[in-house]
């Protein structure tokens, strides 16, 4: 797929020391986590460009539409997709296009197992699936600080659902560590008939030089104009900068 462009590093401004002072100190390398984490534009091989970003509250309504309108997924409440914007940004993911959410991946990491990040639900609009999105708002979870020190990625599949099994199995190959799937919830632990068991998929482990910055390097970077642009139109989780 075509590069992705990375928003510049926060300290990028900012005077690189001078290799010959008195010292004679090397300069200190830039943290290349900060750099690849933060909201970044790509371009499809189709040429359509998205804007990966964290959710804010306001982007509740439009995740439980796209939830709807993915005719696979579990609609939840409105009130739950209000939760994770106020208060799982750092570990979900909307893509936008033309100024619009089209895609977005819920998760949070499991408050029993510290190094394991779980998918909730990733969803994209029918118009934008086939061009690799999903696999992007896996990609930029991942890198976010706030799975520096994840070594697993799991969620729940139904066996009916392959589209989404195919997607984390691609993430696996992408990243080239293994790809396991175990017994989740049984038909029986839901009320009613008619849900199939969840199987528990799990990716990793990752290696450690791969957490928390999980996404390939960007050969080029936002320009001013772009991040003046991200600026106006979102507001940074706490932690992170442009």
Same mark, same amino acid.
Not at 99 to 107: L, R, T
Not at 164 to 167: E, G, I, N, T
Not at 230 to 235: D, S
């Given at each position: 797929m075509t590069d992705e462009i990375k928003a510049s590093h926060p300290d990028s401004s900012a005077a690189a020391p001078s290799r010959g002072d008195s010292k004679g100190k090397k300069p200190r390398a830039r943290d290349s986590r900060r750099f690849e984490v933060g909201p970044c534009y790509w371009r499809s091989d189709r040429?359509?460009?998205y804007f990966f970003r964290a959710p804010t509250v306001a982007d509740g309504a439009e995740m439980w539409r796209l939830t709807r309108d993915s005719g696979v997924l579990e609609v939840n409440t409105a009130y739950s997709y209000l939760l994770l914007g106020q208060h799982f940004a750092d570990t979900c993911v909307v893509a936008e296009r033309d100024?619009? @959410?089209?895609?977005?991946?819920?998760?949070f990491v499991s408050p029993v197992a510290h190094d394991t990040v779980f998918v909730w639900q990733v969803a994209v609009a029918q118009e934008d699936r086939g061009q690799g999105v999903g696999q992007k708002l896996l990609h930029h979870l991942l890198a976010r600080p706030a799975c520096r020190r994840v070594r697993r990625l799991e969620a729940t599949v139904t066996p009916s659902n392959s589209p989404?099994?195919?997607?984390f199995e691609s993430v696996a190959r992408d990243l080239?560590? @293994?790809f396991s799937v175990f017994s989740g919830f049984g038909e029986d632990l839901f009320p009613g008939d008619g849900h199939e068991k969840e199987d528990l998929v799990r990716i990793g482990p990752l290696p450690r030089a791969m957490r928390g910055r999980a996404m390939p390097r960007a050969k080029a970077t936002q320009t001013a104009k772009d991040k003046e642009t991200?600026?106006?139109?979102?507001?940074l989780p706490a932690g992170e900068a442009l």
């Open positions: 040429g359509m460009e100024g619009k @959410p089209v895609g977005f991946v819920s998760a989404s099994r195919a997607l080239d560590v @293994p991200i600026k106006e139109r979102i507001q």
